[in-house]
């Protein structure tokens, strides 16, 4: 069964730095795309950033809301795919959750295209 597991958030203050991670087992991501997603309370879950499958990580998609302080990567020796994320602000907390999508194909910020998702870890952005 694949498995997806999110570590790495926690509490900052605004202007604040944290890096998750989306680690898998069972399997390899080297081709899947993966996507960060995020869910503040009463809201809808919404696309964060992605990585396409094919190229490494140099297809990547970001929501506007995050460009220019946000970065995806990943490290396939460590079958890890990271969400660094700078100059945190207090609209960026939530619950945060990676989740694998298409095979060997570009991806997009559209929840549908994702089928398999990590449990969420809770990102704090307060002062």
Known sequence: QLQLVESGGGLV??????RLSCAAS???LDYYAIGWFRQAPGKE???VSCVSGIGGSTHTNYVDSVKGRFTISRDNAKNTIYLQMNSLEPDDTGVYYCAL???KAMCALT????HTWGQGTQVTVSS
């Open 13 to 18: 203050q605004p202007g604040g730095s944290l």
């Open 26 to 28: 069972r399997f390899t």
């Open 45 to 47: 879950r919404e696309g």
């Open 101 to 103: 999508g298409p095979w």
């Open 111 to 114: 929840r549908a295209a994702f």
